[in-house]
């Protein structure tokens, strides 16, 4: 498989592949001085260039959640450009977790 995506073998059918991408979920702790400086906001503004679903919220210990549903190569583009933006100075350690998609979110929201 190419560029780090998770496919299912569909289907072959008159010697063409047919592939159905398998989504994921991931889940992103971002610690550091990452609440009242617009991390989420400027999450959710960069959500708008990817193929995902999920949530980002504040947690009472400081640290901020990101859970995404999607293919693999748009959550990981998401990530990046997490990593890229201008809240990224912020961010002291990541936490992250893949695991498969549950299917529990219509769009992206900022939840708290």
Do not use: H, K
């Amino acid at each position: 498989m190419s560029c780090g995506q998770s496919r299912t073998l569909v289907a072959l059918y008159w010697g063409c592949i047919m592939w159905e991408m398998r989504r994921e979920r991931v889940t992103m702790f971002y610690s550091g001085p990452v609440q009242g400086v617009g991390f989420r906001y400027s999450v959710r503004r960069l959500v708008n260039g990817f193929e995902v679903t999920g949530t980002v919220r504040n947690l009472d210990d400081g640290r901020v959640e990101l859970v995404a549903e999607g293919v693999r190569a748009e959550l990981e583009g998401l990530l990046e450009a997490v990593r890229q933006s201008e809240v990224a100075r912020f961010v002291r350690r990541e936490q992250v977790d893949w695991t498969e998609a549950r299917n529990e979110f219509r769009s992206f929201e900022i939840t708290q």
